[in-house]
Structure formats: C-alpha cells, structure tokens
C-alpha cells in the first residue's frame, strides 16, 4: 500500500509551559478530571481533558485511579494505560478512541478523541496530573459524573467503520495512524455531511447534526484547508480500500 503524504499538528498543544501543572492544579482543585473546551470565536482550537490521579479519595467530585488510552507506533495501534505507579514526567502523543477513567470502585467516565499529545507529572502532594491535547475536539462518550456530547454517537459510529478496513487490510491502520487529529476531524466532518447528503429522510431528521456539518465544514476548510485536502485524499484511499475488502 502507498502512504499519502499528510499534514502533521506539531506539539503546539503542548506548549513549552512550566505554568501548565500550576493551572492544571487550580483547575483541579476540587474535581478528578474536566474537559476544556476551546473558544473557537476567540481562535482556540485545543481542547484538553485534564486528569488529577490522587493518592486518597477526596469524595468531592469524582477520584479516578487509572486512566486508559490507545497509542500508536506509526504501523498498530497499542493499549496503554497511566496510575500513580507510572514513570513520570510523561510527554507523548495519543491515538484516536477512547479514554478511559477508571476509579477505585470500578466506575468509569469515557471520552472520544481523535488523538494529541499527553503530559503527565507528579505533584509535591504525590498527585499526578494528566494533561490530554488535541488540535481537534475530545467527545464526553458516558460515565458516572458527566452527559454524553451530542456528537458522540456518530464519533462513535466513524470510528467503527474505520476499524473495519483496519482489521481486514494490511496496511490501513499504518495509513490511518498517520493522519493528524485534524485530518481525522475533517474527514469525520466530510463523512458525516456525504451521508445526511446522500439521504434526504435522514438529514431532515437529523436536522441539528447537517446544520453542524455545514457550519463546521465552512470553519475547517477555511482554517485548516491543508488538513481538510489530506482529509479527502484519506477518506478517497479509505474507500478504496473498502472496496477491494468487498470484492
């Protein structure tokens, strides 16, 4: 298989901050974890969940003890996990799926991303915190001490229908693992606005979701067109590949 040439985000997410654990810490204070999302009117275009792995319950909020995430080695994919017992200072790009928190009771809240970058560092008070980036959005998908993100679903769904081709082909999941979070995001967009495009019964019942595609659509060609071109050329030797699956 010929890999396409793709953009890539730089650790732009992860600035070179010493303030980062301070604010992290405030932000913190009495909450296990909380997702930060970016103020695109103002520009933003990072989200971060941020993590507090404590040695003791504080029975306040929610008190993960364990964090599970998806990395990647530029051909397969890995399950990869953080705790307190975990070598730190972390600093290492994450895969697109799932995160998961997990506490010490065995309940869970899990988010969706479309991969970035994590840090992780101890505290003086033996906590360690965790900081996920990405240049593209981190989806609430369930849990105890959160709602599920509107967008979740259909996430959800797209990543689905990429693992197919992955667990059948050799060589997607080295072709997908080298799109940027951006160009996921995008061809995400792209695949979401080709479906309710193609059915008229669905986009008028899913009103919310084409009015979300459209106006998202608009924002990414506009301030990110070369990911959004690495995009189509990503979904085009997906579907490809696809169609070799098939026959």
Known sequence: MVLIAMPTDQRSAVPDDSG?????????????????????VGGGDVSHL?????????LQHYDPDSIDYWTSDGVRGHAASLD???????????AWG???LTDRLGVKNEFLSFGGTLRA??????????????????LRWSGHSQSTDPLAAE?????????????????TEA????????????????????????AHTLRDANRWLADWSSRESQRMEAAAKEHWLAAIEL???????EAIARE
């Open 20 to 40: 980062w654990l301070e604010r992290a810490t405030s932000i913190l204070k009495d909450l296990g974890f909380d997702l930060i999302e970016p103020d695109l």
């Open 50 to 58: 941020l993590v507090a792995l404590r040695p003791k319950p504080t």
């Open 98 to 100: 799932r995160i998961v």
């Open 155 to 171: 996430v959800g769904a797209f990543f689905a229908r990429i693992k197919i081709p992955i667990d059948f082909v050799p060589g």
């Open 84 to 94: 307190r017992e975990a070598r730190l200072p972390v600093v290492a790009d994450y």
């Open 121 to 138: 560092q101890m505290t003086t008070d033996a906590t360690a915190l965790v900081d996920f980036s990405s240049h593209a959005p981190i």
């Open 235 to 241: 979904r085009r030797h997906l579907g490809a590949i």
């Open 175 to 198: 072709l997908v693992s080298k799109a940027a979070p951006r160009t996921l995001y995008c061809a995400f967009i792209q695949h979401v606005r080709e479906r309710l495009g193609q």
